[in-house]
C-alpha cells in the first residue's frame, strides 16, 4: 500500500495545503518521504461534520456490524505486513520484535472490543416496569440503555505509534461504542498512521458503513488539534501524551460553548515500594528486574518504574549495588524522537545538579543524538520532602532510589504523591502488616496497584485500569485499555412510558432476553 501524504476525509484522500512536514528517522535525524500536507481548518470541519451527519446511522447499525469492523480493521492491518512494521521501525527507532508485539496487542484489542460489542453487556439494559397500583404514587415503566455519545478526536501518541495511535486502543473503544472518529496523526509517525488510516477506511468501505465514521487529519502545528477539540460536532477527546499537552486540550474543551469531556493520559512516575523482608530475600533478583522495566523500550512506557523506596540497612545497600551494577551494563539505545531526547537529557542533568541526589551508575555511552543513556540515581526521603522536583517525571530510561529511615517515612511519602497510573509493593509474608498500612494511601494513589511485579507490560483485558488520578490522566474514573475502556464514550438514557413500538430493539419485552439486563433489580444474563 503507497504511502502518499494524504489527509483521509471519509472515503476520499486530499492533499494538505497547510504547510508542509517529513517523518524523521530518529535513529539517523534523516527526513522520510512522502512529504506530508497540513490540514487546514476547513478540512477540520468538513472532516466533523461527516462524522456528525453520519452518527445516528453508524450508532444504530446491527452490533454484528460494529463487531465485524473491529475485526475487519484487525484483519487490515495484519494484511500490510512488513510494510506496516518497516515504517513504523524507522519512524520509532523501535525494534522489530517490540513493534510486532505491539502490532499483535493492537489486532488482539480490537478483537476483545469486537466480542465485547458482540456480549451486549456495555449497553446496560435495565428496566423498572411499571406499577400502576403502587400507594401512594403508580411507578412508571422505566426502561434504559447506554448510547454512544458522538464524534470522538483521537490523537495519536509518541511512544505506541500502533496501539495508542490512529488504529489504537482509543479509536477501538469509540468505534465499539459506535462513535465516530476523527483521528489526528502524531507529527513522529505520519507514514504509519496514514497506513493505520487506510486499514480503517478500507474496513469502514467493506461493510458498507457511512464515510463520516472515520477520517484521519494531518496538521503542521497546533492549529488542527486545537480546531479538532473545539469543533461542536466533538463530542469527546482522547490523548496520550505529555501533561502540558494534555491540560492544553482539557482548557480548550472546557472553554466551548459545550465543554465536552478529555480523556487524557499525561504524566506518571510509578513509585515502587520494597519492603524489608522482600529485599532481604530477593533483592538481587528485585533489582535486575526493576532495571529492566526501568530501560524497557528506552524507559518510554507510561508505566515505566520512577522512583523506587526502600527502609536503610543492609539489604537495601546490597539491592543499590546490584541495581548499579545492572544499570552499568545497560546499552544506550535510540529515543522517539530528538525532543524527548532532550527532554530526557534535561530531566537527567537536572536530577545530577540536584541538592543531595548522587549518581548511582549509568549505562553505555549515548551513540548518537537521539540515543539515551540510562542512569540511575539515589537521595534520601529527606531530601526528597525537600524538593518537590524530584518526584517529577523524566520520560526515558532514568530512576531515582529513595531511602528511607524507617516505615513510618516510607508511609508519609506515600501519602505525599501526585495520583499515578501504577503503584508496586515488593513484599513477603514477614511485609503484610506494613504493606496493609500502604494499601489504603496507594489506592488513593494509583488506578492500578502490582504486588511483587513490575508495572510496565499492560495487559489489554476486562479488569485492567490503565488510568489514575491527576496528572496521570484528567478523570480517574476512566481507563484507556481494556474492556471498561468503551465507558468513556457512552451515556445513559432513560425511556418513560414509551409505546413498545417506539422503544430501543434492546428494551423491548420480546428482545430482552438477548442481552444481559437487570429487571427490577434482579440480574440476569443473555
Known sequence: MAITGSILIGNEEIVGTAGT????????NAEMEPVFGGGTLEDVDRACTLAARDFDAFRNAPLETRARLLETIADNLMALGDELIERAMAESGLPRPRLEGERGRTCGQLRLFASLVREGRFLNVTVDTALPDRQPLPRADLRSRKIPVGPVAVFGASNFPLAFSVAGGDTAAALAAGCPVIAKSHPSHLGTSELAGRAIQQAVATLGLPEGVFSLLVGVGNEVGAALVQHPAVQSVAFTGSR??????????????????????????????????????????????????????????????????????????????????????????????????????????????????????????????????????????????????????????????????????????????????????????????????????????????????????????????????FPSTSDARATSVGAMAIERFLRPVCYQDFPAELLPTELQDEHLAEHARLVDGKLYTA
Request: proline share 6%; charged share 15%; net charge negative.
Open 244 to 469: 502540558r499537552g494534555g491540560q492544553a486540550l482539557m482548557a480548550l474543551a472546557a472553554a466551548r460553548p459545550q465543554p465536552v469531556p478529555v480523556f487524557a493520559e499525561m504524566s506518571s512516575i510509578n513509585p515502587l515500594f520494597l519492603l524489608p523482608a522482600a529485599l532481604e530475600i530477593r533483592g538481587a533478583a528485585i533489582a535486575a528486574g526493576l532495571v529492566s522495566s526501568a530501560t524497557l523500550g528506552v524507559g518510554q512506557f507510561c508505566t515505566k518504574p520512577g522512583l523506587i523506596f526502600g527502609i536503610a540497612g543492609p539489604a537495601f545497600d546490597a539491592f543499590k549495588i546490584a541495581a548499579t551494577d545492572w544499570i552499568s551494563a545497560a546499552a544506550s539505545a535510540t529515543m522517539l524522537n530528538s525532543g524527548i531526547q532532550q527532554a530526557f537529557a534535561h530531566g537527567v542533568g537536572a536530577l545530577g545538579k540536584a541538592s543531595g541526589v548522587k549518581k548511582l551508575g549509568e549505562g553505555a555511552e549515548a551513540t548518537h543524538s537521539t540515543a539515551a543513556q540510562p542512569t540511575l540515581f539515589e537521595t534520601t526521603a529527606l531530601e526528597f520532602i525537600a524538593n518537590p522536583k524530584l518526584s517529577e517525571e523524566v520520560f526515558g530510561p532514568a530512576a531515582l532510589v529513595i531511602e528511607c529511615r524507617n516505615a513510618d517515612e516510607m508511609v508519609k511519602l506515600a501519602n505525599q504523591f501526585e495520583g499515578q497510573l501504577t503503584a508496586t509493593m515488593h513484599l513477603e509474608a514477614e511485609d503484610h502488616a506494613l504493606a496493609a498500612r500502604l494499601l489504603p494511601v496507594l489506592e488513593r494513589k494509583a488506578g492500578r496497584i502490582v504486588v511483587n511485579g513490575f508495572p510496565t507490560g499492560v495487559e489489554v483485558s476486562y479488569a485492567m485500569v490503565h488510568g489514575g488520578p
Open 21 to 28: 512536514q517529513r517523518a524523521v528517522n530518529p535513529a539517523t
